[in-house]
């Protein structure tokens, strides 16, 4: 065999290793099949104490086997519509706060502000707040979070 077609089968081989050591690494790293959050339905409130108007700050428990949590969300409700919305700034991740004078939602952090239905009106947030789904079954008001 000559050199040059030693060093050619040597070359390949190496770079065969190589490839079948990153392609398990990367799967390793990788899963194929990432953990799906699914959506649970929480009790937030009764039909009865809904406020006719205006926004309200809920706080909600959850628990299961394995989890525990107490977390919030704004109750925003006007004459023909009622909407949830998660406290939480779309541009760091700091908690919103609800101001009634000004009547909007404004992040302490960077001032990024947010109008009645979750759209951007000043600062540096370029999504609207997230809005979380809303269902009323007999008579109670339930709040969906995925988990």
């Known amino acids: 065999m000559e050199r040059r077609a030693f060093l050619k089968r040597l070359i390949n081989f190496s770079f065969s290793i190589l490839v079948l050591i990153t392609g398990s690494v990367l799967v390793y790293i990788y899963p194929s099949k990432m953990k799906e959050r699914k959506l649970h339905y929480v009790y937030l409130i009764d039909e009865d104490e809904l406020p006719k108007r205006g926004v309200r700050k809920m706080e909600f ?35 919103v706060n609800w101001d009634n004078n000004k009547m909007e939602f404004i992040c ?3 001032g ?8 951007v009106t000043a600062g540096p947030p370029s999504r609207p707040l997230t809005k979380l789904p809303l269902k009323v079954m007999d008579g109670k008001v339930y709040l969906g979070i995925k988990i």
């Open 61 to 95: 428990k959850y628990k299961s086997e394995d989890i525990a949590m107490i977390n919030r969300a704004y109750l925003v409700i006007s004459d023909n519509s009622m909407n949830a919305f998660s406290p939480v700034c779309t541009h760091l991740g700091c908690f």
């Open 108 to 110: 302490p952090c960077h």
């Open 112 to 119: 990024g502000k947010y109008n009645q239905k979750g759209e």
